[in-house]
């Protein structure tokens, strides 16, 4: 078992900065990526950026590309959202995620409890 704990969610204006930070324990070896959700009111969840822990590499949603820059510890197993230029449509519940393989090709999902960003305009 993976457990995730996220911190750094907060209240921020418009055009300010935030760092969240996710700390990975338990099984955490073969984690294999890790990365950062959202989910606003009324919408669905969907991904922010997430960051592979072999090689580095990294996706980003659109709407943050050039604004959110994730980075990790890998060792650690530990992430960072560095969020700038916020916008108040940013605001949302913000999730940790980690990928492990559980065997037989099947891969599974582990969940931090979410920090609120909320952005006000």
């Known amino acids: 078992q993976v457990q995730l704990v996220e911190s750094g969610g907060g209240l921020v204006e418009a055009g300010g900065s935030l760092r969240l930070s996710c700390a990975a324990s338990?099984?955490?070896?073969?984690?294999?990526?890790m990365g950062w959700y959202r989910q606003a009111p009324g919408k669905s969840r969907e991904l922010v950026a997430s960051?592979?822990?072999?090689?580095?590499?990294?996706n980003y949603a659109d709407s943050v590309m050039g604004r959110f820059i994730i980075s990790a510890d890998v060792a650690e197993r530990r992430i960072y959202l560095q969020m700038n230029s916020l916008k108040p449509e940013d605001t949302a519940v913000y999730y940790c995620?980690?990928?492990?393989?559980?065997?037989?090709?099947?891969?599974?999902?582990?969940w931090g409890q979410g920090t609120l960003v909320t952005v006000s305009s």
């Open positions: 960051l592979a822990m072999a090689g580095g590499s990294t």
């Open positions: 995620n980690a990928i492990r393989p559980s065997g037989y090709g099947v891969n599974t999902d582990y």
């Open positions: 338990g099984a955490i070896l073969r984690i294999n990526r």
